[in-house]
């Protein structure tokens, strides 16, 4: 139930559709004379698109995310690499048969670096369809032929394609592994995603060690206007929300101890 309120909410939440709902209330209110319901429907749909496409509001929001887990001091033992799914095109590779990266391909290329930097590591891939509406192969699927074109053998991949959202992900990756004690497992992942992402591992018993890539900030960015092209400054903002929503959301369900995960004092 949780997966599905979630992705309905998200769905009428997001920045863009928020607007056009909007927009499209205004004109239902003019429709029937509510010249203020109108006006302020619409002033409210352009302030959450200028300020979503315009400004830093976007970085500004994703950059406290992306600074809460530094990445360590490369180990000199590692067990297991965990990624998770988020770096594919899941529609196109479906159709195509390929391994067509999105924004969130980083994830994949580091894991490839890992992959070939501990060759004794196993490498988990947990990400199968989270979505609701749109057809698409699952992670897990695809990773297996971008890995091994990189040079990972088949035989060191445990594929999870059966989890829906980071909370599945921590769930089933340990069924999948049982870690054992003292073992050093890295977990790989968006640096925004990173704090969710710990405290739904740690919260399932599974001790890994932060690894983020992916990261869509400088950390220099401040207050202003046109500071990205509106695309990606409409992308971040969505992805920053989404996070921000997305603790609070795991926090108030109880799913995670703290509405702002940090590192381990």
């Known amino acids: ?18 607007a056009i709902f909007l927009l499209a209330a205004g004109l239902v209110a003019s429709f029937f004379g509510r010249r203020r319901l109108f006006r302020i429907a619409t002033f409210a749909s352009l302030m959450i698109l200028a300020l979503a496409t315009w400004t830093s509001l976007g970085s500004l929001m994703l950059n406290p995310l992306e600074e809460r887990f530094q990445r360590p001091a490369q180990p000199a033992r590692v067990d297991g690499i965990i990624v998770l799914g988020g770096g594919f095109e899941g529609a196109i590779n479906l159709v195509r048969g390929g391994y067509e990266l999105n924004s969130g391909g980083d994830r994949m290329v580091e894991t490839a670096i890992l992959a070939r930097r501990y060759p004794d590591a196993k490498v988990v891939i947990s990400g199968g369809t989270g979505t609701l509406v749109l057809e698409g192969e699952g992670d897990a699927d695809t990773a297996p032929r ?11 991949l445990i594929l999870e394609n059966r989890s829906r959202n980071t909370y599945e992900n921590a769930l089933f990756s340990k069924e999948m592994v049982t870690p054992k004690p003292g073992e050093t497992w890295l977990l790989v992942t968006s640096a925004f995603h990173m704090p969710r992402s710990m405290a739904l ?9 932060a690894w983020p890539v992916d990261y869509r900030t400088s950390g220099e960015e401040g207050v202003g206007l046109f500071t990205d092209n509106p695309a990606d400054s409409l992308q971040n903002t969505t992805m920053a929300m989404r996070e921000w929503i997305g603790l609070l959301a795991y926090w108030l369900s109880g799913r995670i101890d703290d509405p702002f995960p940090g590192p381990k004092s």
């Open 146 to 156: 971008l890995l091994e074109a990189l040079g990972v053998a088949r035989d060191r």
């Open 201 to 209: 591992f740690a919260k399932a018993g599974f001790d890994v060690t």
């Open 1 to 18: 139930m949780f997966f599905y309120l979630s992705k309905i909410f998200w769905f009428f939440a997001q920045p863009l559709n928020f």
